[in-house]
């Protein structure tokens, strides 16, 4: 096994140097020493939006994953809730002001309306909008941190497992 330094090149691709990149990542995905009575605390996809919704109020610039959601925002107040295993999107605040994303989550389960697909073409990053097929570039997304994220989660899960996220169109409800 090789040890990455600090101020190497990110093995992960994105031309940053490790410390700038992925080692934070790898810093806060470590679990903290807890005592034995503090319960866990599981994240929400509700609780991860609101994060990103208040780091958009502020104009911050913001990337983070969890699980296969990215989770970004800009210098402008947009923010963007991404889904790799199909790419579907979906703005979470736009000038700093929270859009209200329709979200059913429990233990098993997350559904979400989804209004956008995307990609990644030349280097910049293309929405494409589920009511229209209306496509638009969206210049101030983390392109870069988008598609180095990407390839950490697919080579992080099987991609029989990533094929499982989704349940088929015509599966029953609950």
Not at 34 to 41: G, K, L, N
């Amino acid at each position: 096994m090789v040890k990455i330094g600090r101020n190497h090149p990110c093995p992960c691709g994105s031309g940053k140097k490790y410390k700038r990149c992925c080692l934070t990542a790898e810093q806060f995905a470590k679990p903290a020493v807890q005592a034995q009575d503090a319960p866990t605390i599981v994240p929400t996809l509700k609780a991860e939006i609101a994060k990103l919704q208040q780091t958009a109020q502020r104009k911050e610039a913001s990337f983070w994953e969890l699980g296969v959601f990215l989770f970004f925002s800009t210098t402008a107040g947009d923010a963007w809730l991404l889904e790799i295993t199909e790419t579907d999107a979906a703005q979470v605040a736009r000038n700093g002001e929270a859009i209200e994303l329709p979200i059913e989550e429990n233990e098993q389960t997350i559904a979400i309306n989804w209004s956008h697909t995307f990609k990644l073409q030349d280097k910049q990053f293309v929405l494409t909008s589920y009511e229209n097929n209306q496509e638009n570039i969206l210049t101030a997304a983390p392109s870069q941190q988008i598609y180095a994220a990407i390839r950490r989660i697919r080579k992080r899960y099987d991609q029989a497992l990533l094929d499982q996220v989704h349940l088929p169109q015509d599966a029953p409800d609950a």
